[in-house]
């Protein structure tokens, strides 16, 4: 199967060609910076998260949003149906968590966090 052609890094000035957006060195950059740019990063590696989340989906094993369209697809995300930004008391609250399968979380994340065509809504860069 043929491969795209490999294409300018994007990092600015890199001449490197590479088969992603950016090269293997700049890769790594941007991923560092994203990662530190995520705030919340800690409350979801914490084991109380873990819990939950667990516990979520086992109450709710299938995806609320195909429920709704008559489709059965279990679940793999747990996600804050109002989004919490950074308030703890929302973050935690049980009432506020869906289950949801990855294509639906995405779909419902892109849509919230400013992304197709409504940019820089939530992210500053």
Known sequence: ???KPKRMCSFPGCP???QGRYCEKH???ETKKYNRSR???KLYNSSKWQRLRKKVLVKQPLCVECEK???LT???VVDHIVPHHGDEALFW???NLQSLCKLCHDRKTAKEDGRWG???KVYTY
């Open 16 to 18: 490197e060609l590479t």
């Open 39 to 41: 705030k919340y990063k």
């Open 69 to 71: 369209n008559g489709e």
């Open 93 to 95: 609250n049980e009432d």
């Open 74 to 76: 279990p679940a793999t």
């Open 1 to 3: 199967m043929p491969r």
């Open 27 to 29: 890769q790594k950059e």
């Open 118 to 120: 409504r940019k820089n």
